[in-house]
């Protein structure tokens, strides 16, 4: 079992940064490959960003690569997003998740994850 806790949402005008913490306690991180989701009011989950539990490859979803980083600290049992140059079109709620055997052709479904963090709310203005 592992509990998420998420951190570091607001509200920012349009190229801004934010970082979003996902601090995680009862397991390792080392123990899963995480993923970063958003959701727009009204829309679906929508995959944003995956790190792999052994290597460390990433994978961005088209709008976001370039601008955005998922990163872990293994040592602070967190994981992050890191979001450069925010657009208007990113304001969303943003969860941290984990799987413990996520194949690589999963990692955009939501539904492949185990775990999920309660939503961080990243609202950009322009």
């Known amino acids: 079992q592992v509990q998420l806790v998420e951190s570091g949402g607001g509200s920012v005008q349009a190229g801004a940064s934010l970082r979003l913490s996902c601090a995680a306690s009862?397991?390792?991180?080392?123990?899963?490959?995480w993923g970063w989701f958003r959701q727009a009011p009204g829309a679906a989950r929508e995959f944003v960003a995956h790190?792999?539990?052994?290597?460390?490859?990433?994978y961005y979803t088209d709008s976001v690569k370039g601008r955005f980083t998922i990163s872990r600290d293994n040592a602070k049992n967190t994981v992050y997003l890191q979001m450069n140059s925010l657009k208007p079109e990113d304001t969303a709620v943003y969860y941290c998740?984990?799987?413990?055997?996520?194949?690589?052709?999963?990692?955009?479904?939501?539904?492949?994850?185990?775990?999920w963090g309660q939503g961080a709310q990243v609202t950009v203005s322009s």
């Open positions: 009862g397991r390792p991180i080392s123990s899963y490959s």
């Open positions: 790190i792999r539990r052994n290597g460390g490859h990433t």
């Open positions: 998740a984990a799987g413990g055997g996520i194949i690589l052709s999963n990692i955009r479904n939501s539904g492949g994850y185990d775990y």
